[in-house]
């Protein structure tokens, strides 16, 4: 079972972090929505307090862990919040288990697999991780934010290093791993029957919003926001990322 917290009363929400994030990376979102929802946070396979499963975390595994979490809380039909690599669990979570998500939101996700060049800048990230992963932290998360926003987010800059340096050796490689490894879950977005939300980052470098943005779906159940940021929407614009969230999920 994963580790998780319950905050507020209502309808439940869930909210799944992403890679090299816990639970924390939440934490003033979810003080925001506990005032109208029960919400959910989880932390993955590796990350924050939850143990490692395998040497690889595949994105199934992941969903797994969490349907069993959810199950043991008794929470069921949720509306579901995932940021970046929780996006890709989400949606692994709508193919296995349909009947118990009601709506889901991606922010600064892809429904996509890895390209190419993607996998290999994985297992480089493993190789690096396992000579030194406060390296490996100090390079990648900086560029997970927009340039433009690198100066004034100095703060939250420095509390997704902490969160990152919370994450064990072995959470890391598997989730690395795991992501690289991922299918293209693309159908979901036209086949799945309840609300999709899609938050993009313009100056987002590791998912390309112009490539999403070409295979959504025109349809009435899915909106999108994209917002002038990098692939931390959460952290740069909380305000707006949360006013999309509240009008989403009422």
Do not use: C
């Amino acid at each position: 079972m994963l580790n998780y917290e319950i905050k507020g009363y209502g309808n439940p929400v869930v909210l799944v972090h992403g890679y090299l994030e816990n639970l924390k990376m939440w934490n003033s979102m979810a003080e925001e929505l506990s005032s109208s929802y029960q919400i959910i946070l989880i932390d993955l396979p590796g990350h924050g307090n939850s143990k490692n499963f395998d040497e690889v975390h595949t994105m199934e595994l992941m969903a797994r862990e969490l349907k069993e979490t959810l199950d043991y809380l008794g929470i069921s039909n949720a509306d579901f919040l995932g940021h970046s690599m929780g996006g890709y669990v989400i949606l692994a979570y709508a193919e296995l288990f349909p009947k118990d998500i009601k709506s889901f939101i991606l922010m600064n996700s892809t429904s996509f697999p890895d390209a190419p060049e993607k996998k290999e800048q994985r297992l480089k990230a493993v190789e690096t991780a396992k000579k030194n992963l406060d390296t490996l932290i100090k390079m990648s998360i900086p560029t997970l934010f927009a340039e433009g926003n690198l100066e004034k987010l100095k703060p939250e800059i420095e509390f997704a290093k902490e969160l990152a340096r919370e994450t064990s050796l072995q959470g890391v490689t598997a989730a690395l791993k795991g992501m690289r490894l991922r299918i293209d879950r693309s159908f979901l977005l036209e086949e799945f029957p309840g609300k999709i939300g899609i938050i993009l980052g313009k100056y987002d470098k590791a998912v390309n919003p112009e490539e999403l943005k070409k295979i959504i779906p025109n349809k009435e159940n899915i909106s999108t926001l994209e917002l002038e940021t990098g692939h931390m929407a959460h952290l740069e614009n909380p305000e707006a990322s949360l006013e999309f969230i509240r009008k989403f999920l009422e």
